[in-house]
């Protein structure tokens, strides 16, 4: 129906309350919030808040989301503000995974402060960067090495231009050589997180790779996405179940199942056994039933 696309700015639940109000003033009283699915970093803390029904883990919810947009695809590229994670796919299940372990190298808010250190925002960040002839190789193994090349190559007086270049490749370069390593990457490539809004990094990653990358309708909240669709399977999943117990009378149900095979004629050519039905006589009675 809608979405929200918001920083948290190291308020989670405050971000959330927002994009809530937001998308309610949208819709007015033609919302009614069904059931609700959290993923993500703060996904128990804002599950506990809000009540969720659901809280399902990042790499599921990525999948899921990522599968609904675009069903063939084999390998999924997710940089995120915080962490950045690859996903391989084999006939639209889960193969192979991997998140950045230590390095933020490859995260949207690393991104963020270098090219503020630039004294660029991102759409110029993009503009620069596309205009470069020589990207600078300002390194790819830390964010400390990185911020120092970046630093040491302004001082120098290195174009903007190319610094930004750069800094585009070291992302990426991170990202593949840390991240993805040697794992397999397939032919129909999803890019999708936040960082997908920099042109400048899908340019790179198209350019380190020599392959097609796609970028799918919901790239921003593919992870909201994939909660939202596994919440709503599991919301009717268990509707139906409890319209099904609905139409059946549990204790006619029991009774049924209790005395099955029980007849109650007596053999008079035999010896005749009363079990009381009281307490554990009770619960052992179908097994006596049987032996007998």
């Given at each position: 129906?809608?979405?929200?696309?918001?920083?948290?700015?190291?308020?989670?639940?405050?971000?959330?309350?927002?994009?809530?109000?937001s998308?309610?003033?949208?819709?007015?009283?033609?919302?009614?919030i069904?059931?609700?699915?959290?993923?993500?970093?703060?996904?128990k803390?804002?599950?506990?808040?809000?009540g969720?029904?659901l809280?399902?883990?990042?790499i599921?919810?990525?999948v899921r989301?990522?599968?609904?947009?675009?069903?063939?695809?084999d390998?999924?590229?997710?940089i995120?503000?915080?962490d950045?994670?690859y996903?391989?796919?084999?006939?639209g299940?889960?193969?192979?995974?991997?998140?950045?372990?230590?390095c933020?190298?490859?995260t949207?808010s690393?991104?963020?402060?270098?090219?503020?250190?630039?004294?660029?925002?991102?759409?110029?960040?993009?503009?620069?960067?596309?205009?470069?002839?020589n990207?600078?190789?300002?390194g790819s193994?830390?964010?400390?090495?990185?911020e120092?090349n970046?630093?040491?190559?302004?001082?120098e007086?290195?174009?903007k231009?190319?610094?930004?270049?750069?800094?585009a490749?070291?992302?990426?370069?991170?990202?593949l050589d840390r991240?993805?390593?040697?794992?397999a990457?397939?032919e129909?490539?999803?890019?999708?997180?936040?960082?997908t809004?920099?042109v400048?990094?899908?340019?790179?990653?198209?350019?380190?790779?020599?392959?097609e990358i796609?970028i799918p309708?919901f790239f921003?909240?593919t992870?909201?996405?994939g909660?939202?669709?596994?919440?709503?399977?599991?919301?009717?999943?268990?509707?139906?179940?409890?319209e099904i117990?609905?139409?059946?009378?549990?204790?006619?149900?029991v009774?049924?199942?209790?005395?099955?095979?029980?007849t109650?004629?007596i053999?008079k050519q035999k010896?005749?056994?009363?079990?009381?039905r009281?307490?554990?006589?009770?619960?052992?009675?179908?097994?006596?039933?049987?032996f007998?």
């Amino acid at each position: 129906l809608t979405y929200r696309y918001l920083r948290t700015k190291g308020n989670p639940i405050k971000a959330v309350e927002e994009g809530l109000d937001s998308i309610k003033k949208e819709f007015g009283e033609n919302l009614k919030i069904l059931s609700i699915g959290t993923t993500g970093s703060g996904r128990k803390l804002i599950g506990d808040k809000f009540g969720a029904e659901l809280v399902v883990n990042e790499i599921t919810a990525q999948v899921r989301g990522a599968i609904y947009s675009y069903p063939e695809a084999d390998t999924i590229f997710e940089i995120g503000g915080q962490d950045s994670k690859y996903m391989h796919i084999i006939a639209g299940n889960l193969d192979n995974f991997e998140m950045n372990k230590i390095c933020a190298a490859g995260t949207g808010s690393f991104i963020e402060e270098q090219i503020k250190k630039i004294g660029l925002n991102l759409d110029e960040f993009n503009e620069y960067a596309l205009r470069s002839k020589n990207p600078l190789d300002l390194g790819s193994r830390c964010t400390v090495f990185i911020e120092g090349n970046i630093s040491k190559a302004l001082a120098e007086g290195y174009s903007k231009e190319d610094i930004c270049g750069g800094l585009a490749y070291s992302i990426v370069n991170n990202y593949l050589d840390r991240v993805v390593g040697t794992r397999a990457v397939g032919e129909k490539i999803l890019f999708q997180g936040g960082v997908t809004h920099n042109v400048a990094i899908l340019t790179a990653f198209k350019s380190r790779l020599g392959k097609e990358i796609i970028i799918p309708q919901f790239f921003s909240v593919t992870g909201a996405l994939g909660a939202a669709l596994l919440t709503m399977e599991e919301y009717y999943k268990t509707k139906v179940q409890e319209e099904i117990l609905e139409d059946i009378n549990q204790e006619e149900l029991v009774e049924k199942l209790f005395l099955r095979n029980y007849t109650g004629a007596i053999d008079k050519q035999k010896r005749t056994i009363g079990i009381p039905r009281v307490l554990f006589l009770q619960k052992l009675f179908p097994m006596f039933n049987i032996f007998f």
